[in-house]
């Protein structure tokens, strides 16, 4: 480990680098885009009009809370060592409800290709290395980001587009943006700065937390999530003036805390960090995260998913909440809660929540009831069909369940 004196040396110059400057406002007007919206950013933001806004091009809404997230994955590690990695961006409403999955019709596939296609190849290599999947399946991610969250975006209607806009160009525009708005908030780096820096041993406050991120963000408080108590994501919030595309965006504070207990927050190395040899014993459990959709997976292949009401279907997945550890939590879809009960998984209105826990299988998270990961149903959904899903291995289709974070 570091004598005093050269951690003392370390740290100073760590500080001594060149702050980013603090954050009001992100301006992204002046970039490089496919598309120019035409709207104005200097009218009302968005969340903070008097009445009625009728152009929804110009003005985001309902969705005009919107919360840039980020990850701390250490469990498998994703990204650099030295940063956070993007989740989404997402269009939570002014009283931080939300409504996801918008535009099926725009649940485009390819978004590689699409950026690569549309003159947007540097967002998509920064992508490729900071906007990451915990198993892998980047691309599978950024479909998901953009179906869920960005089809909900008023600006981003096709009919807010110049005429003459290629099919896609609204994602490629959402693309852009969300990368330009994480490359303006540098959690790690603000962190750092606090010498606040990732250890296998060494425990934070949320105020320790909160303080030093307040001050390097110009005074805005973001929201703080934890699995396991350690630090697994950020959302930074925001309002907006003008269109997804190119307006402003307009920081805020977080309108709600986040999960993180007020002490005792670990914040992991990533394995490859240059310290991490000197740790000792396995890596911290793996969380649940607090939003994601459940895959079946049969014979090593992804065979769709869970349904809002717990059924499974190749039909665009649901978006499930997962609240508590990894070693028990309960789950709810938009139908409500989630529960096995007689051997069968239902979600809905009146259902009993039971308790679930998770096990990491290389780097894949699976569902257990009763400790069990196996799963079953009396056949394989294709189109509209959709299956009952029983726990054990009692029917003729055997599967795991998944947790993809959301
Ligand atoms: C702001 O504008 C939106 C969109 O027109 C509208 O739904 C909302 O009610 C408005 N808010 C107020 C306080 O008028």
């Known amino acids: 480990m570091f004598s005093a004196g050269i951690l003392l040396a370390l740290v100073s110059s760590v500080v001594a680098t060149p702050l980013h400057s603090a954050l009001s406002t992100v301006d992204l007007l002046g970039r490089d885009t496919l598309l120019s919206s035409g709207c104005s950013t200097t009218g009302s933001a968005s969340c903070h009009n008097s009445s009625s806004v009728s152009n929804l091009c110009c003005f985001e809404a309902p969705g005009g809370l919107l919360l840039q997230t980020q990850f701390w994955d250490t469990n498998p590690s994703t990204g650099p060592v030295d940063s956070w990695t993007i989740h989404g961006l997402w269009p939570d409403n002014c009283d931080t409800t939300f409504t996801e999955n918008c535009d099926p019709s725009r649940a485009y596939t390819g978004i590689g290709s699409l950026l690569s296609a549309n003159g947007a190849s540097d967002t998509l290599a920064f992508m490729q290395t900071h906007w990451v999947d915990i198993n892998g399946q980047n691309e599978q991610f950024w479909e998901h980001e953009w ?27 959402f693309f852009q943006t969300v990368v330009k708005l994480f490359q303006s908030l540098p959690t790690f780096t603000w962190l750092q700065n606090a010498g606040i820096i990732p250890s296998s041993t060494a425990t934070f406050t949320l105020s320790q937390l909160t303080t030093a991120l307040k001050s390097a963000s110009g005074g805005f408080t973001p929201a703080l999530d934890c699995t396991s108590g350690a630090l697994n994501q950020i959302s930074w919030y925001f309002n907006l003036k003008g269109s997804i595309i190119d307006g402003s965006f307009v920081a805020i504070n977080a309108p709600k805390a986040g999960s993180c207990p007020s002490t005792g927050i670990k914040y992991p190395l990533k394995s490859g960090s240059p310290s991490s040899t000197t740790t000792a014993g396995p890596p911290s459990g793996t969380g649940v995260p607090s939003r994601g959709t459940i895959h079946a997976i049969r014979s090593g292949s992804t065979v769709g998913g869970l349904l809002s009401a717990g059924t499974w279907s190749t039909q665009t997945l649901a978006t499930f909440t997962f609240s508590g550890s ?47 990961t196996s799963f079953t149903s009396d056949g394989s959904p294709s189109g509209t069909t959709v299956f009952p899903v029983f726990t054990g291995t009692g029917h003729s289709q055997d599967y795991t369940l998944s947790i993809v974070s959301a």
């Open 147 to 173: 179906s869920t969250h960005g089809t909900c975006m008023s600006t981003l209607k096709p009919t807010c587009l110049p005429s003459g806009s290629v099919r896609g160009a609204e994602a490629v525009a």
């Open 326 to 372: 990894s070693s028990s939590f309960t789950m709810t879809s938009s139908k409500g809660n989630c529960g096995v009960s007689g051997g069968s998984l239902t979600c809905g209105s009146g259902v009993t929540l039971t308790s679930f826990s998770a096990v990491t299988s290389g780097s894949t998270l699976l569902l257990a009831s009763g400790g069990s």
